[in-house]
């Protein structure tokens, strides 16, 4: 255990993500005060449970207050209201920083609230499982997974390095992009994966019938990777959806474009299409296995 | 180690499948004598190698010749050349199955070829990995996964009670189902999700540009579940579609009506409509959990 990065973290927001900060930034010793706060007093009280963190309250101005980093780690439609509420308490030289998996939209609602002489670091930790609240926490969530910083050009150089040093000391590797390339890539590596997962879900749910007991326990055969998926916390989902829209729409209608010729070629018996596409896609796996990724 | 069920077995077709069955009938004592046929020389030549059977050689019926049980484990497509190949060496009392992930036209390209005297019990393991080929074979396999038998109205009941014995005898879970009903509910709970997850890895790889690598390198977010299943063997899934094209067709037409419903709640800002389904999804997964097949 090194020398803490920082006396006091404030986490706003103590779900999957913020839990999981908790637990390792205090395994790892990276801060001699953690403390969190979330508006549910159930939320507060079972974090305090689990011992999460030093102390969660509901007061978000009041956990704030003399904190060095602050992380708001709330479902992204709430990341402008929430900086809006802690905004009084932030001290000058605070690092605040999100988790979001949008970050132009998130960036356009948490900058106008933040004071001056306060370094704004917009984050995502790319990790994360289907379960959500204070419960689903863990250990080694990020340990050999990405957090993509998005700095803005005005963000204070040293505030983004000691960030990264943050997140590296969680076990993650760092990589800094634009926010808009952040949210195009995540288009399509995760936000429209869900949202397809979500649609299969419901559409072999409809589909059901007398079948539907079949459908379920027959799901060895691929569709189990997509409930899993589909399991994941609706109202971190709907915000995405909702603050990520022009990227999704963009990757949507080229995902429709393709499926449709698929759709074309299995009407049409044009096997060789489908072997050609198949083909491909393992090779990408085999890319994605050589980068450690799989 | 109970009695053997059959002298010999004839596997056609040594891959994940066909592998997987000879590694764990052996190990479970569950024939005297198991040997393997391929048309190719070098699959045959592999299989040899790892010992999966007592033999593989590339003569399809000789391979059959006084067994008990054959078993066609090829690609959906070749089924019906494979048994007219091995037809004239399949003595009395034989019973003929698959494991193909399609029964109506397996049946329907298999039944014509086969002699009378030899019963004919079509069945599907819904189990498997990505891999494939003689490498790819695994003990376990079948452990605790559901195999569908879909006898014919003419099948012998006590082959089939043989046979049900048989993959009982392997690990598995055993339920009849009428080829139609199966060929409707694997379309939605594997065939869908594989062919999704094909269309979606191929957008992606086509998006990428300047992004591509950044695509690979933050797949955790989701994209990572689908190319694993996007890695399956082209052959055998285009032939899945080839030969399930009705019922696959039907539950993809309700699926793109599923997702531009979506697609249009996302475009217009209406999250409760995306809210409601998230939720409901979620249910499944947990209904999912409870039958232990998640």
Chains 1, 2 share one sequence.
Not at 17 to 31: D, P, T
Not at 78 to 103: E, Q, R, Y
Not at 226 to 240: E, G, K, L, N
């Amino acid at each position: 255990m090194s020398e803490p990065l920082f006396d006091k973290i404030a986490l706003i927001g103590i779900g999957l993500i913020g839990g999981s900060i908790a637990l390792e930034a205090r395994k790892r010793g990276l801060a001699k005060h953690i403390v969190a706060a979330t508006r549910s007093p159930e939320t507060a009280a079972l974090a305090n449970k689990l011992k999460l963190t030093d102390h969660c309250g509901t007061d978000l101005a009041e956990a704030c207050r003399d904190a060095d980093l602050v992380i708001v780690c709330t479902p992204v439609g709430a990341c402008g209201p929430a900086t809006k509420a802690i905004a009084s308490t932030l001290k000058p030289g605070c690092i605040i920083s999100d988790v979001g998996s949008v970050k132009q939209t998130v960036i356009a609602d948490m900058a106008p609230h933040i004071p001056k002489g306060v370094h704004f670091v917009p984050a995502h930790p790319v990790a994360g499982t289907e379960n959500s609240g204070p419960e689903a926490a863990l250990l080694d969530l990020f340990q050999g997974r990405w957090c993509i910083l998005t700095p803005l050009p005005d963000s204070d150089a040293a505030a983004v390095d000691k960030l990264e040093a943050f997140w590296k000391g969680l076990g993650s590797l760092v990589e800094r992009i634009d926010p808009k390339d952040h949210d195009r890539i995540l288009a399509i590596t995760s936000h429209l994966p869900h949202l397809i997962a979500y649609t299969i879900v419901g559409t072999a749910d409809d589909l059901g019938g007398h079948l539907n007991s079949e459908v379920l326990k027959f799901a060895a055969g691929g569709f189990r990777d997509f409930t899993r998926i589909a399991a994941s916390d609706p109202t971190m989902w709907r915000d995405v959806f909702m603050n990520n829209r022009e990227a999704v729409l963009e990757v949507l209608q080229r995902f429709q474009e393709d499926l449709f010729y698929l759709q074309r070629a299995i009407r049409w018996g044009e096997g060789d299409k489908l072997f050609d596409l198949f083909t491909r896609t393992r090779e990408i796996r085999r890319a994605l296995i050589h980068l450690h990724q799989a």
